[in-house]
């Protein structure tokens, strides 16, 4: 028999990445390839990348420069390490990787991934491939499912993508240019996944898309399904006991999902819901098409819907053009929703957007000491919050081993980890923990009581 390949993936940047990520090692199991987590005894290594952040593509190219000494040592030990860069950067960049860093043997584009199989066949023939295309056919069609013991090695808790790309062009944001036009997946196959995710253990189910609640796929009826109508579908299967979905814009939260937050109990009471500013005159040169006054307003729908709804979000500082009152309005919005957590950056220009070719760009010095103050008002939001867990009894779902011998991790239905003296059995259950301590952004708990659930199938190793 032959020695299993191995492989390794370094996944940069948001979740979608990640579950791109496990696709790909899922696509490649069936051709005998193992992941590894060190990348210096892989067979194959593919960056997948992000360019949401400044200077992506540098650091991209400054990873490459690690990689072609493992592919050096490789071949000094008669070893061939194929390299692949694959995901945003890939998309925008194309052939300039492989000019710029000619140790890359094949890049390819988060539409392109399910031509991986293909795609090394022609590197192993000496080619250099390039897949950045939008391929009409659906990747998901051609993608291999995860085995269960895959599902079972990556924990309870997992992300299904249902929805790719984005049709809002905010002008800082490259997303529609290097992820294209929003596409939403047919519900039967998000919920033939979900049940196989269920059917190895999995409890919690996060589903993601860059726009998330704009998912407009067909639903099992032939009709298109809203998300509110897949959330409903999906909080229906064995075994998936909370729900989550991540990313959200403010104007596609509609009246039927703020209803979901009312009407499911497994839907999680905590939502990230980008804003990105408070001064409507900044909202405007974003491109945001809300109003401060329109987030505000969908706010207060949910909290009527959901009064024990805890927000999270997004922000910009320096976007061109900011004044101080503009940026004083972006902090007073904070202390209006009483956020219990938010991202926050520096904007920065991204090539190919309209933010990029704005006049009025900001001084850095500027934009570093806005977003100091941001990140003061962000974080004593969160730890207020958290403060006013003390003594309160959560459902935490458990993931992992603790810090110290004889502790386990898990979720509270806010996302906060929570530590726990609890048997490893209990990994995959959902129990009952009143938080007994706060330091800084974690919880300590103990348990109230026995547990809620069966041991799971993950815990028995099924
Ligand atoms: S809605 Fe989100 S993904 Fe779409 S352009 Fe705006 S920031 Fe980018």
Request: overall charge neutral; some cysteine; aromatic content about 6%.
């Amino acid at each position: 028999m032959n020695e299993p390949k191995k492989l390794f993936v370094k996944s940069f940047g948001c979740q979608m990445n990640v579950y791109d990520s496990r696709r790909m090692a899922d696509t490649m199991a069936p051709r005998g390839y193992v992941e590894t987590a060190a990348a210096d005894d892989a067979d194959l290594v593919i960056l997948n990348t992000c360019h949401i952040r400044e200077k992506a593509a540098e650091k991209v190219y400054s990873e490459l420069g690690r990689v072609r000494r493992l592919k050096e040592t490789a071949a000094s030990e008669g070893r061939r390490l194929v390299v692949a860069v694959a995901g945003c950067v890939a998309q925008a960049e194309g052939e300039e990787i492989i000019r710029r860093a000619p140790s890359v043997d094949l890049v390819f584009g988060p539409q392109s991934y399910h031509r991986l199989p293909e795609l090394l066949a022609r590197a192993a023939r000496g080619e250099k491939p390039v897949d950045t295309e939008f391929p009409l056919d659906d990747k998901f069609d051609h993608l291999a499912a995860p085995t269960p013991s895959a599902i079972r090695t990556r924990g309870v808790s997992a992300f299904v993508t249902v929805q790719e790309g984005c049709d809002k062009f905010c002008t800082f944001c490259v997303v529609p240019y290097t992820r294209g036009a929003e596409v939403s997946r047919p519900a039967n196959k998000i919920i033939a996944e979900v049940e196989r995710l269920a059917a190895a253990g999995v409890r919690e189910i996060t589903l993601i898309g860059q726009n998330v609640n704009a998912y407009h796929g067909a639903g099992t009826n032939g009709r298109s399904w809203s998300l509110a109508r897949l959330l409903e579908r999906v909080s229906d299967i064995e075994g998936i006991e909370r729900l989550r979905y991540t990313t959200s814009h403010p104007r596609d939260m509609d009246d039927e999902l703020i209803a979901a937050h009312r009407d499911l109990p497994k839907l999680m009471p905590q939502l990230h819901l980008p804003v990105q500013s408070g001064s409507d005159r900044i909202l405007a040169a974003m491109n945001r098409r809300h109003t401060r006054a329109d987030y505000l307003d969908v706010v207060a729908r949910l909290r009527a819907a959901r009064p024990d709804l805890a927000l999270t979000s997004d922000f910009i500082v320096g976007f061109p053009g900011e004044s101080e009152a503009d940026f004083a309005e972006t902090l007073n919005l904070l202390d209006a929703i009483g956020f219990c957590g938010a991202f926050s950056f520096k904007y920065s220009p991204r090539p190919g957007t309209p933010g990029a070719e704005l006049a009025d760009q900001i001084d850095d010095e500027m934009k570093s000491e806005r977003l100091q103050r941001l990140q003061t008002a962000i974080d004593r939001g969160q730890q207020a919050f958290n403060r006013s867990c003390l003594g309160r009894t959560f459902d935490v779902l458990f993931e992992k081993p603790g810090r110290h011998a004889g502790q386990l991790v898990g979720r509270s239905p806010y996302l906060q980890p929570v530590q726990a003296t609890a048997p490893s059995s209990m990994i995959g259950e959902i129990a009952t923990v009143t938080i007994t301590e706060v330091a800084s952004n974690s919880l300590f708990g103990a348990l109230a009581h026995a547990p809620v659930r069966e041991p799971a199938l993950l815990a028995a190793g099924a």
